[in-house]
């Protein structure tokens, strides 16, 4: 696979912000709301089940099982045509939350409806880190 770096970086927003520098540490976080005790994903300031403000950052244990994928032929931007086919996938985790990801990895492509898979982390420009997942436990 060519340099991963050139992939383009995560843009984040007031909300998503700790989460990136959480991924630039190789941690998966999620919003944990106070009130009612569930996850979600993507972060937001409001709770998307009881709209709570209580909100705190809880490191995720990175783990989840494929909820469903497909497999991209076309890449949709150029600098991706080196890396088709690859696979996207929705993860459902196993605090909640169901986190869209590419499986990564040389067996990636025998990813299956159900299966376990764990993160991992990819570089990209300048020094960002996306969460991914790699088939199977650690
Ligand atoms: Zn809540």
Known sequence: MANESGYPAPVPNADSKPYWEAATREELVLKRCSSCGKHHFP???LCP?????KLEWTKSAGTGVVYTFTIMQ???????AQRVPYVVA????????????????????QTTVGERVHVCFEERAGGAKLPQFRRGTR
């Open 74 to 80: 076309r890449a949709p931007m150029p600098v991706f």
């Open 49 to 53: 089940a009881c709209w709570s403000d």
């Open 90 to 109: 929705l993860v459902d985790l196993e605090e909640g939350p169901r986190m869209m990801a590419n499986i990564v990895g040389d067996d990636a492509l």
């Open 43 to 45: 972060p937001r300031h």
